[in-house]
């Protein structure tokens, strides 16, 4: 596999429930974001690691929680969500140097939350 | 801290036209510059990116965007669509200093190229 891949591409939970998004990079790189794309609205950093640690958290609410246990691998835990989650998660990765780095993002997951 | 505006959400456009989809920014510092496409059910990808030297930079696939300082503005043309560019297509911005690897990017807007 090449690029960033992102399991499941879709995914209906209740707001009882918890699951885990996965995100994968093969390009080498060392820095991981996590981004939520909603409907007519600007796409929204989540979480930023680099070296995998978490260098940002957007304001993001407790029941979103990332883990990046290394370089090539971060996932997105989800519990107790609301309706108003329900959006497009995109994962991108790049190489941290300091500079404007080129993101490459996966293909995201479809989130619906009931 | 740094905005980015897609003024038009829209654009419909025949196949061969040519088409103009608008970006201006927001930042008190300078910034880097990218226009990234969405194809339907994927994830973003890069198109072309201003980082400095000539104003005008172009993409493999006949897109181009010439960044302007004194209107703030990065906007993307292609003289002739093809049916295959039918996407959404986002502006974004980095800051020189400061703004590490966080890009801020516009709402989008949506290119339906129609026969």
């Known amino acids: 596999e090449t690029g960033v891949t992102q399991t499941p591409r879709h995914l209906v939970m209740g707001m009882t429930n918890k699951k885990s998004l996965k995100c994968e990079q093969h390009l080498g790189h060392n820095a991981m974001y996590w981004y939520k794309q909603s409907a007519k609205k600007p796409l929204e950093l989540m979480f930023v690691y680099n070296f995998k640690e978490q260098t940002e958290n957007n304001s993001v609410p407790s029941r979103f929680s990332p883990e990046c246990p290394n370089s090539s691998h971060l996932f997105l835990h989800l519990h107790t969500l609301q309706p108003e989650d329900s959006a497009l998660y995109l994962c991108?990765?790049?190489?941290?140097?300091?500079?404007?780095?080129?993101?490459?993002f996966g293909p995201g997951t479809r989130l619906t939350v009931l | 801290a740094q905005s980015v505006t897609q003024l038009d959400s829209q654009v419909p456009v025949f196949e061969e036209a040519p088409v103009e989809l608008r970006c201006n920014y927001s930042s008190s510092v300078s910034v880097y510059l990218f226009w990234y496409v969405q194809y339907p059910n994927q994830g973003l990808q890069l198109l072309l990116k201003y980082l400095s030297g000539s104003t005008l930079v172009e993409s493999i696939n006949g897109f181009e965007a010439e960044f302007n300082k004194s209107q703030t503005s990065f906007h993307l043309r292609k003289p002739s669509v093809h049916i295959s560019d039918t996407a959404e297509y986002f502006c974004a911005v980095i800051p020189l200093t400061g703004g590490g690897n966080k890009l801020t990017f516009g709402t989008g807007t949506q290119l339906k190229v129609e026969l």
């Open positions: 991108a990765s790049s190489i941290s140097g300091g500079g404007p780095d080129t993101q490459y």
